[in-house]
């Protein structure tokens, strides 16, 4: 893990971050379109994800701090 990445934003994340949000422009998941969203990773940094855009989609606040670093969306069956 870098320091960047430990640390908070650089340029490229900033960048990466813009292009995320103009793509999604609602949350992912609930559809919300207002209040702070989060650039969520699909794939947790934590368990191998990357900063790719097709791991990446917008989620409202309440979406994001629920999935917390979890892989699925729901239990596996």
């Known amino acids: 893990m870098s320091k960047r990445w430990r640390h ?3 340029h490229q994340w900033r ?3 813009q ?3 103009a ?6 998941l609930c559809g919300q379109d207002q209040g702070q ?6 794939i947790p940094k934590s368990k191998g994800g ?14 994001n701090l629920r999935r917390g670093a ?3 969306e729901r239990a596996p069956t």
């Open 70 to 72: 979890s892989f699925f």
């Open 8 to 10: 908070g934003s650089n």
């Open 23 to 28: 793509r999604d422009v609602v949350c992912q």
């Open 50 to 63: 990357t900063d790719m855009d097709s791991n990446l989609r917008l989620l409202c606040q309440s979406c």
């Open 19 to 21: 292009r995320i949000i």
């Open 15 to 17: 960048k990466i971050r």
């Open 37 to 42: 969203m989060h650039i969520d990773h699909i």
